[in-house]
């Protein structure tokens, strides 16, 4: 038994690099989430499944280069490739399920395209577990090198350093689109107010078609690094790695980019340093899934104090 | 004024939850915490009442139901459905006083929930014995619902320590229950002893499932462990099936610097945690021993590199009768002999059945083409099995566990499962 609170600073370092690492990806999952809950008020509750077929779409294509027969630089290629069909395939969903499962639904009272959501999300991640693959899992072949960084205490290993440092990559890009782009602007204008900006000569449905696909393309990223760095890919993997995301969303601030960002990283880290902080009390063995029990109280946590989140957004008026 | 009633009022819901949820984790651990040093492991006849046995009535002509309870669906189907085709294989060209033999499988889903389901809709087929449930969860949960029924069953594969009365059935509960493999306490021993003395690992990391059958082969072998020297170091980690992020645990493992890895569990999650482990420079090259829930020709395709070198136990051995066990299974699943070494627990399954049939023969009596079926007279010669089987000699002991224990060990080498000799590496 580790005494308590000798863990060692490598040991911390570790997790919190974990932490960081899984964070990564539940930013990008975020991403999605924030941006068309700030643009439609609608909780994408299928943009998890969007994530799953990323990661299939990657794996597709990883093993289709050659699977466990690739090294070098042939490795890079096929993330690259893999990312690039994530993003293709994740995005083709999106716009799928917005034009069939939402877009009927934009006058109709909130909880329809709710509903509408969940049913998506349900058929989804069933028709992939049950209908192709049965209830098994698939594994990403384990091509990506081995080999760490130390910095003092802490220690990154390849993988982990590529995992955060696309991750960045790929929100800088969305930050840049939005933010810098007429795309982008068309986007934050019909977030702010959808029949202003109609009224200003913006395509709204255009706008929210490329919110869609913006998010999707994130998630379908997510997917790829998430294959990459733990492996086993299924139909049901969208539901919980999407429960986190959008509670960083939540915890971010729902509607804010930025917010999303920082409730993803801040999420993964409280999730496994959590966990780990109160094994350190004696007595205590909580299994791995607690986790998740720690992410959640979190999130409780922090809406008791700050229901809006850390980045609150303006309230939109309505006419 | 109101913010301020606000952050009381939440700080009073934020004190009451972490009260609540320390209460809840120092309570819900004692059962982690190792040893309760007996020989009776927390095995439980309260409320007992005695076997409705009743007389089965095979008309005419008509096949004898022998029901299956078994994972044919989900994670542990790469274990379920061997054991299911082993057990069909054993009534191969075999008629009882010339009724045919009919299985009628069900799922389990290897959980809890799933034995008495199975076992309530294979009473309703109106089988006249069981062969199953598959895992120790489900087998526990099903135990009253076949006693109550009058069905004997036999788990091939159920290896959790109390599901048996280790003071013999005299005491009476659940004697319809009865299973061919060797326990997780035996299992165990072994490992330890394999792990100590031959790997000469004097510190081992445990995770386990949480469910019944990890968290009794994982302490089990803490115990055993413990008593040859060894030392467990970290905590032992439980996990729930479909985990697939391990980092955390292997940040734990790299601290401890264990000289051996033990994982309690079934090969999906084995499978992630492998691949996670050697992704690790650290954890890569650390040694790695799994319980027989692991040992599936899944890993080996799931996992690839990841599963080079590690080490498994088998409880068990060949019998006699393996090679026609082998002839028969190929047969049914259009395969190799060989697929029949790849099928764990597929020998006790075959033996299960065949100790069902055996019994039928001398139990069943015709009149006239109708065939009566007395099931405590089934039960009882089930009990008295004593056959050469393709899992060894089948014998029972009095309380259903089966007699005699053996466990095998196997090396990953090349991809491919090697059966290692005593003491080898």
């Given at each position: 038994m580790t005494p308590l609170f000798l863990s060692t600073a490598e040991f911390w370092a570790d997790q919190a690099v974990n932490g960081l690492t899984t964070g990564s990806i539940y930013a990008l999952i975020a991403l999605g989430y924030t941006m068309v809950y700030g643009i439609l008020q609608l909780i994408n509750f299928a943009h998890g499944e969007v994530f799953m077929v990323g990661a299939f779409a990657g794996y597709g294509v990883v093993m289709g280069l050659g699977g466990d027969e690739l090294s070098g630089a042939m490795v890079a290629v096929a993330i690259l490739l893999a990312l690039l069909a994530a993003?293709?395939?994740?995005?083709?969903?999106?716009?799928?399920?917005?034009?069939?499962?939402?877009?009927?639904?934009?006058?109709?009272?909130?909880?329809?395209?709710?509903?509408?959501?969940?049913?998506?999300?349900?058929?989804?991640?069933?028709?992939?577990?049950?209908?192709?693959?049965?209830?098994?899992?698939?594994?990403?072949?384990?091509?990506?090198?081995?080999?760490?960084?130390?910095?003092?205490?802490?220690?990154?290993?390849?993988?982990?350093?590529?995992?955060?440092?696309?991750?960045?990559?790929?929100?800088?890009?969305?930050?840049?689109?939005?933010?810098?782009?007429?795309?982008?602007?068309?986007?934050?204008?019909?977030?702010?107010?959808?029949?202003?900006?109609?009224?200003?000569?913006?395509?709204?449905?255009?706008?929210?078609?490329?919110?869609?696909?913006?998010?999707?393309?994130?998630?379908?990223?997510?997917?790829?690094?998430?294959?990459?760095?733990?492996?086993?890919?299924?139909?049901?993997?969208?539901?919980?790695?999407?429960?986190?995301?959008?509670?960083a969303a939540v915890l971010g601030g729902i509607g804010s980019v930025p917010g999303a960002v920082v409730g993803g990283y801040l999420l993964g880290l409280t999730e496994t340093v959590g966990r780990e902080l109160l094994n350190e009390i004696p007595g205590v063995n909580l299994p791995n899934e607690w986790k998740d029990v720690v992410a959640f109280a979190v999130l409780v946590v922090v809406l008791i104090f700050r229901p809006t989140g850390i980045f609150r957004q303006k309230e939109t008026k309505r006419a | 004024m109101r913010i301020r009633d606000h952050r009381s009022l939440g700080l009073a819901l934020l004190a009451l939850v972490a009260l609540f949820s320390l209460a809840v984790v120092a309570c819900g651990d004692d059962d982690d915490k190792g040893s309760n040093g007996g020989a009776t492991r927390g095995f439980s006849a309260a409320g007992y009442k005695a076997a409705g046995y009743k007389a089965y009535t095979i008309e005419k002509d008509q096949p004898i139901k022998i029901g299956i309870s078994s994972a044919l669906s989900g994670d542990v189907k790469g274990l379920g459905l061997p054991i299911a085709d082993s057990a069909t294989v054993a009534a191969d060209g075999i008629t009882i006083k010339g009724h045919k033999i009919e299985f009628v499988r069900e799922d389990d889903l290897c959980k809890p929930e799933g034995g008495p389901a199975a076992a309530d809709r294979l009473i309703k087929a109106n089988v006249v014995a069981v062969v199953g449930p598959i895992c120790s969860g489900g087998t526990r949960a099903a135990l009253k619902v076949y006693d109550e029924a009058g069905l004997t069953h036999i788990s091939p594969s159920a290896t959790a320590g109390d599901l048996s009365n280790p003071q013999g059935r005299a005491e009476g509960p659940y004697v319809t229950f009865f299973r061919v493999p060797v326990l997780n306490a035996d299992e165990a021993r072994e490992q330890a002893n394999y792990v100590y003395d031959v790997l000469k690992a004097k510190t081992a990391f445990v995770v386990f499932d949480t469910d019944d059958y990890g968290k009794d082969l994982s302490q089990q072998f803490q115990e055993s462990f413990k008593k040859k020297g060894g030392k467990i170091v970290g905590q032992p980690t439980g996990y729930e099936k479909k985990q697939s992020d391990f980092n955390s645990v292997i940040a734990n493992i790299k601290q401890a610097k264990p000289d051996v890895i033990y994982q309690a569990g079934f090969y999906a999650e084995a499978t992630v945690f492998l691949q996670q482990l050697r992704k690790d420079n650290d954890t890569k090259n650390i040694r790695y021993m799994g319980g027989d829930g692991v040992k599936n020709d899944e890993l080996l395709t799931g996992a690839k590199d990841a599963a080079e070198g590690i080490y498994l136990a088998l409880p068990g051995t060949l019998g006699s009768e393996f090679g026609a066990f082998a002839k028969k299974y190929a047969a049914l699943t259009k395969g190799k002999e060989s697929d029949a070494e790849g099928a764990t627990f597929g020998p006790e399954s075959y033996d299960a059945a065949a100790a069902i049939l055996k019994a039928l023969e001398k139990v069943a009596k015709d009149s006239g083409g109708k065939l009566t079926i007395d099931g405590k007279a089934l039960n009882e010669a089930i009990l008295k099995s004593d056959f050469a089987g393709a899992s060894g000699q089948v014998k029972f002991q009095n309380n259903g566990d089966r007699a005699g224990a053996v466990v095998r060990f196997f090396k990953v080498q090349g991809g491919k499962y090697v059966q290692l000799k005593a003491n080898e590496k």
């Amino acid at each position: 038994m580790t005494p308590l609170f000798l863990s060692t600073a490598e040991f911390w370092a570790d997790q919190a690099v974990n932490g960081l690492t899984t964070g990564s990806i539940y930013a990008l999952i975020a991403l999605g989430y924030t941006m068309v809950y700030g643009i439609l008020q609608l909780i994408n509750f299928a943009h998890g499944e969007v994530f799953m077929v990323g990661a299939f779409a990657g794996y597709g294509v990883v093993m289709g280069l050659g699977g466990d027969e690739l090294s070098g630089a042939m490795v890079a290629v096929a993330i690259l490739l893999a990312l690039l069909a994530a993003g293709a395939a994740s995005g083709a969903t999106a716009l799928t399920i917005e034009r069939i499962a939402y877009r009927p639904l934009r006058r109709a009272p909130r909880l329809a395209p709710l509903i509408s959501a969940i049913g998506v999300s349900v058929f989804l991640s069933h028709l992939v577990d049950d209908g192709f693959l049965d209830g098994q899992s698939k594994y990403y072949p384990l091509i990506f090198p081995t080999g760490d960084i130390s910095l003092g205490p802490v220690s990154v290993s390849y993988l982990q350093l590529f995992l955060m440092g696309a991750s960045l990559l790929m929100m800088g890009a969305l930050y840049w689109v939005v933010q810098r782009t007429r795309v982008g602007r068309a986007i934050r204008a019909v977030s702010e107010n959808k029949d202003n900006a109609s009224l200003m000569g913006i395509d709204v449905d255009r706008a929210i078609v490329i919110t869609f696909l913006l998010g999707a393309i994130m998630a379908g990223f997510a997917g790829v690094l998430y294959g990459l760095f733990l492996s086993a890919i299924r139909g049901s993997m969208g539901f919980l790695p999407g429960v986190k995301a959008f509670t960083a969303a939540v915890l971010g601030g729902i509607g804010s980019v930025p917010g999303a960002v920082v409730g993803g990283y801040l999420l993964g880290l409280t999730e496994t340093v959590g966990r780990e902080l109160l094994n350190e009390i004696p007595g205590v063995n909580l299994p791995n899934e607690w986790k998740d029990v720690v992410a959640f109280a979190v999130l409780v946590v922090v809406l008791i104090f700050r229901p809006t989140g850390i980045f609150r957004q303006k309230e939109t008026k309505r006419a | 004024m109101r913010i301020r009633d606000h952050r009381s009022l939440g700080l009073a819901l934020l004190a009451l939850v972490a009260l609540f949820s320390l209460a809840v984790v120092a309570c819900g651990d004692d059962d982690d915490k190792g040893s309760n040093g007996g020989a009776t492991r927390g095995f439980s006849a309260a409320g007992y009442k005695a076997a409705g046995y009743k007389a089965y009535t095979i008309e005419k002509d008509q096949p004898i139901k022998i029901g299956i309870s078994s994972a044919l669906s989900g994670d542990v189907k790469g274990l379920g459905l061997p054991i299911a085709d082993s057990a069909t294989v054993a009534a191969d060209g075999i008629t009882i006083k010339g009724h045919k033999i009919e299985f009628v499988r069900e799922d389990d889903l290897c959980k809890p929930e799933g034995g008495p389901a199975a076992a309530d809709r294979l009473i309703k087929a109106n089988v006249v014995a069981v062969v199953g449930p598959i895992c120790s969860g489900g087998t526990r949960a099903a135990l009253k619902v076949y006693d109550e029924a009058g069905l004997t069953h036999i788990s091939p594969s159920a290896t959790a320590g109390d599901l048996s009365n280790p003071q013999g059935r005299a005491e009476g509960p659940y004697v319809t229950f009865f299973r061919v493999p060797v326990l997780n306490a035996d299992e165990a021993r072994e490992q330890a002893n394999y792990v100590y003395d031959v790997l000469k690992a004097k510190t081992a990391f445990v995770v386990f499932d949480t469910d019944d059958y990890g968290k009794d082969l994982s302490q089990q072998f803490q115990e055993s462990f413990k008593k040859k020297g060894g030392k467990i170091v970290g905590q032992p980690t439980g996990y729930e099936k479909k985990q697939s992020d391990f980092n955390s645990v292997i940040a734990n493992i790299k601290q401890a610097k264990p000289d051996v890895i033990y994982q309690a569990g079934f090969y999906a999650e084995a499978t992630v945690f492998l691949q996670q482990l050697r992704k690790d420079n650290d954890t890569k090259n650390i040694r790695y021993m799994g319980g027989d829930g692991v040992k599936n020709d899944e890993l080996l395709t799931g996992a690839k590199d990841a599963a080079e070198g590690i080490y498994l136990a088998l409880p068990g051995t060949l019998g006699s009768e393996f090679g026609a066990f082998a002839k028969k299974y190929a047969a049914l699943t259009k395969g190799k002999e060989s697929d029949a070494e790849g099928a764990t627990f597929g020998p006790e399954s075959y033996d299960a059945a065949a100790a069902i049939l055996k019994a039928l023969e001398k139990v069943a009596k015709d009149s006239g083409g109708k065939l009566t079926i007395d099931g405590k007279a089934l039960n009882e010669a089930i009990l008295k099995s004593d056959f050469a089987g393709a899992s060894g000699q089948v014998k029972f002991q009095n309380n259903g566990d089966r007699a005699g224990a053996v466990v095998r060990f196997f090396k990953v080498q090349g991809g491919k499962y090697v059966q290692l000799k005593a003491n080898e590496k």
